[in-house]
């Protein structure tokens, strides 16, 4: 089976049939049904099902289709990696952040990676974990820093947590209750649900019951932090979100925090990637970027123990970064 073959198949599966796939790779039908056909003999079993307006994978296919990915993007990485250690400061690094990783982290570290590395293309997604898995297992996202979510991690991939969190409640500029001063005040309110969780009430329910208060009604359940704060802004709905959201210009023209006396965890930060294959030079500078970003975020009070393990990690990453050239 050649790499090419594997490209083809690829090409065909995104693209729904084998005419729009020769399209996109400037080849031709023939060769490219040749290579699916080749496929299938060496696999014993058919990897395409046609349907009247295209292809779609069978089971088998859609199985393959993980690994050919898999295949392809190691080989793009292997590639850059060897480039990038000869000195060259080209390739590609795809990464997957959160809202709160954007605000905290991503302002730090982007203009030293581009001093680093001016000429490497920066692919960045927005999201939590559970959309962004299939893509690290696959290696089209070499790695992921927000929460973790309750849906268990894949054992192919490792997790570093960074550093801890909370939440602050938000509402609307002129909100009636903004004079609350603890979250028995707020007991009345209604409430835009978090999307770290499936179920709507279940980081806000505990909240409230360790309060003894009665469960939180929860009104709309947002799947992307832009959607909590305007919605927010443009009701009486109340939100928790990030601390990180305190130094948006987008929430400090739009909301106001409510100042109340409880603390409210969140979960924490983390970097997720891949377990057993390594970082190319410029994801892994990147990434160590990320880690001394996140040193910003720790409190004071931090213990003197995860102190040391993060400059144990981090002085890890700079014996790698000198032992590449520039």
């Known amino acids: 089976m ?29 060769a490219i049904t040749r290579s699916i056909h080749e496929i299938e003999r060496e696999l014993g079993t058919a990897v395409f099902e046609r349907k009247a307006k295209g292809v779609v994978l069978t089971a088998a296919g859609a199985l393959f289709l993980r690994r050919a990915i898999t ?7 292997a590639r850059e990696e ?12 795809a990464i997957g952040l959160s809202t709160a990783s954007h605000i905290a982290l991503l302002p730090y570290a982007l203009q030293r990676f581009k001093d680093r590395y001016a000429d490497v293309y920066l692919d960045i997604s927005e999201g939590l974990l559970p959309a962004m ?16 979510t ?22 609307r500029k002129g909100h009636p209750l903004l004079g609350a001063k603890s979250l028995k005040d707020l007991a009345g309110a209604r409430w835009i649900g978090t999307s770290v969780t499936v179920v709507s009430d279940a980081e806000l329910g505990p ?20 959607t909590m704060v305007m919605a927010a802004a443009s009701s009486d709905l109340l939100t928790m979100l990030p601390q990180q959201w305190r130094h948006s210009p987008l929430t400090a023209a739009l909301l106001d925090i409510f ?11 983390c970097i997720v990637k891949r377990s057993r294959l390594p970082l190319t030079p410029a994801a892994e500078f990147l990434c160590d970027m990320m880690r001394r970003a996140a040193a910003h975020q720790m409190p004071k009070s931090a213990s003197t123990s995860a102190k040391k393990a ?17």
């Open 259 to 269: 100042e109340v006396s409880e603390v409210f965890p969140a979960p924490p930060i």
């Open 82 to 93: 060897i480039s990038q250690i000869s000195g060259k400061t080209t390739g590609t690094v």
């Open 207 to 226: 909240l409230f019951a360790r309060a003894d208060l009665p469960p939180p009604r929860i009104d709309i359940q947002a799947h992307v932090a832009l």
């Open 150 to 171: 309750e849906s268990p991690v894949s054992k192919e991939l490792s997790v570093e947590k960074l550093f801890d969190n909370v939440r602050l409640i938000f509402g």
């Open 71 to 77: 295949v392809q993007e190691e080989l793009r990485r």
């Open 310 to 326: 993060r400059r144990k990690v981090v002085g890890g990453a700079k014996r790698l970064s000198r032992r590449r050239p520039l």
């Open 2 to 30: 050649k790499l090419s073959h594997l490209r083809n198949l690829i090409a065909v599966a995104e693209r729904g049939s084998i005419r729009s796939a020769a399209r996109h790779l400037g080849g031709a039908q023939p």
């Open 133 to 148: 898995d299939q893509g690290l297992r696959n290696g089209s996202l070499d790695f992921y820093v927000g929460p973790l």
